[in-house]
């Protein structure tokens, strides 16, 4: 049984609550056919209003956010999926990721003084870190975030932070939190700017070339995220598509919207 089915069909039991979250985070298992996991559970209903996007369709942008990675073969969301018969109405389900907190990753993000990243490090831009003290916010430069930066380009993510990058024991990288996205106006916040004005490299114009035939009209992915997401979206996620296979390069920010996050955890 693949984790996508089991998150599917099986037993939602709720077993606690995230409480750092915005909006309502549940801890739950899930259970099939004596096959059991973790997972997390976000019930429409707890969805907090925003200003910029449509009522109750958080949820159904996580989905799509992990269609999406999966589309372009790089397996950065945990999996995901929609469920009308969760505990408290209908909602987002996603397999847990336990964090590595100990062991041989290296860190991804971090503060250092002066103006040179270092190394192995991506400049992002200077944060305040007390009082008349500012220091170099900077990332890895790794395969995995790059990819991620990719995909949040596609994707529109408007709130990469931190905290929402997994690394697991097995070295594998993965990115949660997706509800702020595919809006149709550019929206892209994010920590991930080291790469901004770079070639892509030929990996990602080989994803997005591959996700631009998938997203044609009528095709099963198409189909799919019109469940999930309106035309307008779905003509906007093809645009940006579009313009990074012109550009090939990394995003820049546009200047007409805040390009990092805050918090930034």
């Avoid at 109750?56 to 009308?84: C, D, F, H, K, N």
């Avoid at 991804?108 to 220091?135: I, Q, S």
């Avoid at 149709?184 to 070639?199: F, S, V, Y």
């Avoid at 995220?225 to 779905?234: D, F, K, N, R, T």
Wanted: proline residues 8%; aromatic residues 6%.
């Amino acid at each position: 049984m693949t984790p996508h089915e089991l998150l599917a069909k099986g037993e939602l039991t709720v077993r606690g609550q995230v409480r750092e979250a915005s909006n309502a985070v549940l801890y739950c298992t899930v259970e099939h056919e004596g096959v059991s996991a973790a997972c997390v559970y976000k019930p429409v209903a707890g969805e907090r209003p925003l200003w910029d996007f449509p009522d109750g369709t958080l949820a159904q942008r996580e989905v799509a956010a992990y269609e999406l990675s999966e589309a372009m073969g790089w397996g950065l969301i945990p999996p995901t999926v929609y469920r009308e018969d969760g505990p408290y109405g209908p909602g987002m389900c996603q397999l847990w990721i336990e964090a590595t907190a100990e062991g041989p990753e290296e860190p991804l993000l971090a503060l250092v003084e002066g103006d040179d990243p270092g190394p192995g490090w991506k400049a992002v831009g200077y944060a305040e870190v007390g009082e008349n003290r500012t220091a170099l916010l900077v990332h890895a430069d790794d395969e995995r975030l790059r990819r991620l930066a990719v995909l949040d380009a596609v994707i529109n993510n408007g709130d990469r932070k931190g905290g929402h990058l997994l690394p697991a024991a097995d070295g594998r990288l993965y990115a949660i939190d997706h509800g702020v996205t595919f809006n149709a106006d550019d929206k892209l916040r994010t920590l991930l700017w080291g790469w901004a004005g770079e070639p892509l490299p030929e990996e990602a114009m080989e994803a997005l070339r591959r996700l631009s035939a998938n997203l044609a009209e009528g095709s099963p992915l198409a189909v799919r995220l019109a469940e999930l997401i309106s035309v307008a979206e779905i003509d906007a996620l093809r645009e940006r598509v579009a313009e990074l296979l012109r550009t090939g390069r990394h995003r820049e920010p546009s200047g007409a919207w805040p390009a990092i996050p805050w918090p930034p955890v």
